[in-house]
């Protein structure tokens, strides 16, 4: 059975408290693993999308890699503007995309 | 360029009354996905339009929900009658294509409330 797992379910950093968010899956026919971030009241946001073992992207204080089996989202001293849900998502044949729960993220100054 | 746009933005019902949300794509976006949150749990997708015909539509709960695209422009989800358990934040996607490049934008959802 196709399954995206998120871990912690939340996470509070200190500012400048680098950490990882992680997203494991089993998924067949994968066609791309999506990083979102949701800020109350609004809809996800894309962050990035990985595609194969290996992939690295970066974005400011956000780097998100990918295995065969888990990917992470790398925080890098965040700032407590980017406290958010942080949303794992995976596609698979059919174009669907199948969510984790999330990780909430919450740093303090 | 306009985002993708939900209407309402929260919806208070009665169990058994009827509700439409809307979902406005962005425009060019052929491809229309709706998705739905219960409190708690992942967001899972209900269907999937490309233009104005039903793709995929396997995640629809059941037969009181009714989505309907004429046109291939904006989408409506009706739900008739509704049930306590459909409470949860309805999203809407709109994408471009569908090749594995293509990212969907979501809109902000429709938080919907049945007492």
């Known amino acids: 059975e196709d399954q995206v797992t998120q871990s912690p379910e939340a996470l509070r950093l200190q500012e400048g408290e680098s950490s990882s968010l992680n997203c494991s899956y089993t998924?067949?026919?994968?066609?791309?693993l999506f990083w979102y971030r949701q800020d109350p009241g609004k809809g996800p946001e894309f962050l990035f999308t990985?595609?194969?073992a290996g992939e690295e992207k970066e974005k400011e204080r956000l780097k998100a890699t990918l295995t065969k089996k888990e990917s992470f989202l790398h925080i890098t001293a965040p700032k407590p503007e980017d406290s958010a849900t942080y949303l794992c998502?995976?596609?698979?044949?059919?174009?669907?995309?199948?969510f984790g729960t999330g990780t909430s993220l919450t740093v303090i100054p | 360029e306009a985002g993708v746009t939900q209407f309402p933005s929260h919806s208070v019902i009665e169990k058994g009354q009827t509700v439409t949300l809307r979902c406005d794509p962005i425009?060019?976006?052929?491809?229309l996905y709706w998705y739905r949150r219960v409190m708690g749990k992942e967001i899972k997708f209900l269907l999937h339009?490309?233009?104005?015909?039903?793709?995929?539509e396997s995640g629809m709960p059941n037969n009181r929900f009714l989505a309907e695209r004429t046109g291939g422009t904006y989408s409506t989800l009706k739900v008739q009658p509704a049930e306590l358990e459909d409470s949860g934040v309805y999203f809407c996607?709109?994408?471009?294509?569908?090749?594995?490049?293509?990212?969907?934008?979501f809109g902000q959802g429709t938080r919907l409330t049945v007492v």
């Open positions: 425009s060019g976006h052929d491809n």
């Open positions: 990985l595609y194969s």
């Open positions: 998502a995976v596609k698979r044949s059919g174009n669907q995309f199948y």
């Open positions: 998924v067949s026919g994968l066609r791309g």
């Open positions: 996607a709109t994408a471009r294509g569908t090749g594995i490049n293509t990212e969907a934008f």
């Open positions: 339009f490309v233009k104005e015909s039903k793709q995929d």
